[in-house]
């Protein structure tokens, strides 16, 4: 069936720090993978998204390409700030499955 | 841009009794996703709607059940209530089933004492 492995945390960075968060994936079919963000208290937040292989999702300076070759969708950012600081998970959902299946989740503390 | 809309935010219920969340979808989007996140976990499916006809079903207990009603949106029915079912429960909605991106609402935090 399809599964997603992400990288365990929690994850505690300096401001400015290089971030990574592995992502692996296990899918049948063609599959859309994602990366949701929840800051405290609140839902899950698209991130970023790729929907074919090689294609780089960006947004807020964070970055995550599509490898088939390696089923991988890391997450990385050049620079975290403080702000960046909730849970990263990553997801995928394909045309055979009508619903998201997410990692565990990895929580990211960003201190000053 | 409208978002998903989910009622109650939170719900305080006791063991044994019933519960009934509400989520309305962003306009024109087809199709209305539920998901449980127990505290730490990851997010779990429990049930799919698309053109208000159950397309797909995961982990949902069978004391839960669930709809979509002509105008879209889709209510969580949960009967007798266990302390294990306090959770966050997510609604999200979608257009074209499947590889779309879903957007996910606020949430609804329900609590069983």
């Known amino acids: 069936g399809n599964s997603v492995t992400q990288m365990e945390g929690p994850v505690t960075l300096s401001e400015e720090a290089f971030l990574t968060i592995n992502c692996t994936y296990t899918a049948t079919g063609y599959p859309s993978l994602f990366w949701y963000v929840q800051y405290p208290g609140e839902g899950l937040q698209l991130l970023l998204k790729?929907?074919?292989?090689?294609d780089k999702g960006s947004n807020k300076g964070f970055e995550a390409t599509y490898r088939k070759e390696t089923t991988s969708f890391h997450l990385e950012k050049g620079s975290v700030q403080v702000s960046d600081s909730a849970v990263y998970f990553c997801a995928l959902s394909t045309t055979n499955n009508n619903d998201m299946r997410f990692g565990a989740g990895t929580r990211l503390t960003v201190k000053p | 841009a409208a978002g998903v809309i989910q009622s109650p935010r939170h719900l305080i219920k006791e063991k044994r009794e019933t519960a009934t969340l509400k989520c309305y979808p962003i306009?024109?989007?087809?199709?209305v996703y539920w998901y449980q996140q127990g505290p730490g976990q990851d997010p779990q499916f429990l049930i799919s709607?698309?053109?208000?006809?159950?397309?797909d079903k995961g982990s949902i207990p069978d004391r839960f059940s669930a709809q979509q009603f002509s105008d879209y949106h889709s209510e969580l029915n949960m009967s007798s209530l266990e302390l294990g079912d306090s959770a966050l429960y997510f609604c999200?909605?979608?257009?074209?089933?499947?590889?779309?991106?879903?957007?996910f609402g606020p949430g609804t935090r329900l609590t069983v004492l």
């Open positions: 709607f698309y053109e208000k006809m159950q397309s």
């Open positions: 790729a929907t074919k292989a090689d």
């Open positions: 999200a909605s979608s257009l074209f089933r499947g590889r779309d991106e879903q957007f």
């Open positions: 306009p024109r989007h087809d199709t």
